[in-house]
């Protein structure tokens, strides 16, 4: 299946898509709203609630705009490259996770953003009320993946 056709048939299936997949693929994040399914041999993850769905979509937008310094990126309309996309993702929700419970430590993988996000609403009232000097500054320290090496190297040397 050539790339366009995969992207397509994708876009078809998932209408629905969760804001956090990167953040989900990657084991970083769970949601009690998201549902994991496979095409050929891709993953993805859909939003299985409109209003969550709507409301996370929100904070990204957001979580986006107060990050522009810290990831170094002026135009708020093009797309992110992987490891910035997972910096807001990621870094934002630990970065609310923080203010919301400042004296926890930061869990190794969030365990419900949707739980996570409407317990920042009760708290703060409102999306756009959030302390945003917190949250961004644990997704300037959100370390990313690291790179893999690739399979071909061998660690010996050529085969």
């Known amino acids: ?7 397509e048939t994708y876009d078809e299936i998932n209408q629905c898509g969760c804001p956090y997949e990167k953040a989900i693929l990657t084991g970083q994040c769970e949601c009690s ?5 496979c095409l050929a041999e891709r993953e993805g993850v859909r939003c ?12 990204l937008d957001i979580l986006r705009g107060q990050a522009r310094f810290a990831l170094k990126t002026l135009d708020q ?3 992110l490259a992987h490891n910035k996309a997972l910096r807001v993702q990621v870094g934002g929700l630990q970065g609310l996770h923080k203010a919301l419970w400042p004296e926890r430590k930061l869990p ?10 409407e317990q920042a609403i009760a708290e703060f009232g409102r999306l756009d009320a959030l302390p945003f000097g917190q949250i961004v500054q644990q997704m300037a320290a959100y370390p990313g993946l690291r790179r893999r090496r690739s399979r071909s190297r061998s660690p010996y040397g050529p085969l």
């Open 1 to 7: 299946m050539d790339t366009q056709a995969l992207r």
């Open 33 to 37: 709203r998201a549902s994991r399914f």
């Open 48 to 59: 299985t609630a409109d209003q969550a769905r709507t409301r996370c979509l929100a904070l």
């Open 77 to 79: 309309n093009r797309a």
């Open 108 to 117: 190794t993988a969030i365990g419900d953003i949707d739980a996570l996000i």
